[in-house]
């Protein structure tokens, strides 16, 4: 099967900058997503990659390195709403997620 | 909001029986895909629905199965319910793909049915 792997935990202060990570295998790739999901929400679209490069939207920027399997979503200026899991999702034959990266933004 | 609709939003069942789940697509979109979130976890695809046919399944038996209508609303079924069905499923909608393709862009997604098996 295909393999995403992402952090677990992340803890930041307000007005700090993460970045999360996001690893996967190489074969078959179709695009990779960023989502946000509060809890108890439904995740909501963040950001989409499928060329190698850095797309900026806002506070929030998302990388990808083809070669590398490698994609990592950027928060700056973090606010205490950004507390929530992020999902990476990648595109292979069919849509796979990561189990999710929870971020908990203290004050 | 994204124009996708679940219902229900809860529902008890116990093990042995079984359980419908309803999505409303959000309008235009004709692929409609399933997903079951345990506590903690990512989405864990089951299927795709794609022009009314499955257009690809993900690691769940075949006591999950799907509909896609011609309005391309769908229907998740599960038969045989188990404790560890126990999960928050998740509709998502997406915009029409390449023809046949099972990936396709940004996903649209419901609220969610959270459904617990005693």
Redesign the interface.
């Known amino acids: ?1 295909q393999n995403i792997d992402q952090p677990t935990e992340m803890t930041a202060t307000e007005g700090a900058i993460v970045q999360i990570n996001c690893t996967y295998q190489t074969s078959g790739f ?2 990779l ?1 960023w ?1 946000q999901q509060h809890a108890g ?5 963040l950001s ?1 990659n499928v060329l190698d490069g850095l797309e900026e939207k806002g506070r929030f920027s998302s990388f990808l390195s083809r070669s590398k399997g490698y994609s990592y979503l950027l928060l700056k200026e973090l606010q205490m709403k950004d507390s929530a ?1 992020y ?1 990476c ?1 990648v ?10 990266t929870r971020l908990l933004v203290s004050p | 909001e ?1 124009g996708v609709t679940q219902s229900p939003t809860h529902l008890i069942k116990t093990r042995g029986q079984q359980v419908t789940l309803r999505c409303s697509s959000q309008s235009g979109h004709n692929t409609v ?1 399933w ?1 079951q979130q345990a506590l903690g ?5 089951i299927f ?1 629905y794609y022009r009314e046919e499955e257009n ?4 769940f038996p075949p006591r999950f199965s799907g509909l896609q209508f011609p309005n391309y609303s769908s229907e998740l079924n599960v038969n045989a319910l188990e404790l560890d069905d126990s999960a928050l499923y ?1 509709c998502a909608s997406s915009l029409p793909g390449l023809a046949g393709a ?11 049915s959270r459904l617990t098996v005693l």
């Open positions: 099967g179709n695009g997503f989502y929400e439904a995740p909501t679209f989409y899991s999902l999702e595109g292979f034959q069919k849509l796979v997620f990561g189990t999710g | 994204t895909s997903y976890q990512g989405p864990q695809f795709q690809g399944r993900g690691n998740l099972s990936v396709t862009g940004e996903l649209f997604f419901g609220e969610g």
